[in-house]
């Protein structure tokens, strides 16, 4: 099993300033033959279910705002908030799915 | 796209409890399915995942010999068979729509989640 691992578990960021989120995995998730990061982020509002917000590592889905950016490849990858706004407070989760399809353990991002 | 679970409640220690997650809004049968748990108060936890035919099955180790996925293409229907529940099974359990075909992909849409208690 591929494990991910994300830091930090928490973060408080300014609004207007900018959020980054680490997420690393215990091998490459970087398949060869088409040089494409199998690597998803999410975001999970309280009582909400999650909300994809990047695949391919640093692909948006269809009307995510562009203040968030993934970035990264093979097994450390980021996701960047470039400006916090107030409805980005949320837990964030990596994925991998270059096999089962396992989660890091979230971060839980709060405005300072 | 609309999920929606059902089939939630409190059970016993090593009763059953079957899950239906109702799908529309998509062409049901050329996706592949999942299930995903989150204990109160913890991360995300992938529990299953069924290819757009049911040819293929995967689990979490956690599950293997208790739960078992199915689908049922004729109603756009999603299930989870949960056996011999344990108390480190609570948890709400969604159901999340692959967003293109295959067997590993993101999830795309999820549903709200139904809440599954195990408890004597």
């Known amino acids: 099993d591929i494990v991910m691992t994300q830091s930090p578990d928490s973060l408080a960021v300014s609004l207007g300033e900018r959020a980054t989120i680490n997420c690393k995995s215990s091998?490459?998730?970087?398949?060869?033959?088409?040089?494409?990061?199998?690597l998803a982020w999410y975001q999970q509002k309280p009582g909400q279910p999650p909300k994809l917000l990047i695949y391919?590592?640093?692909t948006r889905e269809s009307g995510v705002p562009d203040r968030f950016s993934g970035s990264g490849s093979g097994t450390d990858f980021t996701l960047t908030i470039s400006s916090l706004q107030a409805e980005d407070v949320a837990v964030y989760y990596c994925q991998q799915y270059y096999s089962t399809p396992f989660f890091g353990q979230g971060t839980k991002l709060e405005i300072k | 796209v609309q999920l929606v679970e059902s089939g939630g409640g409190v059970v016993q220690p090593g009763r059953s409890l079957r899950l239906s997650c109702a799908a529309s809004g998509f062409t049901f049968s050329t996706y592949g399915m999942y299930w995903v748990r989150q204990a109160p108060g913890k991360g995300l936890e992938w529990v299953a995942v069924?290819?757009?035919?049911?040819?293929?099955?995967y689990y979490v180790d956690s599950v293997k010999g208790r739960f078992t996925i199915s689908r049922d293409n004729s109603k756009n229907t999603l299930y989870l068979q949960m056996n011999s529940l344990r108390a480190e099974d609570r948890a709400v359990y969604y159901c999340a729509k692959g967003h293109w075909q295959g067997d590993y992909v993101p999830f795309d849409y999820w549903g709200q989640g139904t809440l599954v208690t195990v408890s004597s």
């Open positions: 391919w590592a640093s």
């Open positions: 091998q490459s998730v970087l398949y060869r033959s088409n040089n494409k990061n199998y």
């Open positions: 069924i290819s757009y035919d049911g040819s293929k099955k």
